[in-house]
């Protein structure tokens, strides 16, 4: 099983298109952090297809550094299917940019996910105009075979609450994790960009897995407010911040087993300086800081 990272940033991208913070204005500078595009995966079983894992603003880039086998005909798509944790518009805006596609486009999610993107974020009726989509429903907790690949994926709940776009609406929405397993290699993975809550169901899942990667949005739970951007706390925006007790890195420096990656940065994040204290921090507990382009296999 192969993973790559195709984008490590969280929404807004590094650097973020309207940010002075001192991260992104390092990332313009080149020296000491480089930059990132948004949150985004690709996963694959052995020489099976390539799935994308969340579609983002950025996917056109992405899809461009996946290398694949051609299979018949000029119009090739590098990816069989895409799989949403989430409705959020960072990991949907993609798959507008997927309606060039020969045929239509496989999208699996829960339902809540399908409801937020017809009710709230209407893009599969969108994209149903152009190339057509097939949605595919997971459940929570069931393993779902994908087809054509050695792999399986098995959504678990992760907390928070649905995206701002259906704020009013009552249209409800969870988040959700995907833990994949290989049954050609035995590998686990399991991939968790937002986590609104650390409990024992999703410690297990983490502490069994080969390689997680996991949400590392913020380093302090009133990141946004110290540097005058935004009210809301980390907590408030569905994700556990990675310092202090019961943050993430805490939890994570505990596993023995996994290799240990933080995904979905966001661009105020001090991590991402490559000088900075709090990523000697994330390095001292065992835990990598993805990039764009970090392919791992299993
Ligand atoms: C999140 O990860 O919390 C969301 O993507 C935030 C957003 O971009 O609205
Ligand atoms: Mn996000
Ligand atoms: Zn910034």
Known sequence: MRVRVL?????????QWNCHCETCEAAREGARARPRTQSSLAIRGGEGPWFLVNASPDARQQLETLTFRQV???RAPPIAGVLLTDAEIDHTAGLLLLRESATPVSVFGDEGIERALRRGFPVLAM?????GVEWQTLEPERPRPLEGSSLAVEPFDVGGDAPRYLSGSGVEVRASGFTFRDNASGGVVTYAPGLARLDDGVLTRLATSDLVLVDGTFWRDDELARAGIS???????????????GGTLEALSRLERPRKVLVHINNTNPILL??????EAVLAG??????????IEL
Request: contains cysteine.
């Open 7 to 15: 984008g490590s940033a969280a929404g807004g991208g590094f650097p």
């Open 72 to 74: 018949e005909g000029v």
């Open 127 to 131: 994209l149903e105009r152009y190339c």
């Open 231 to 245: 009210g809301r706390s980390a907590r408030d925006m569905g994700h556990v911040p990675l310092s202090g007790p």
């Open 274 to 279: 490559e000088d900075s204290a709090e990523r």
């Open 286 to 295: 065992g835990v990598e800081v993805a990039y764009d382009g970090l392919e």
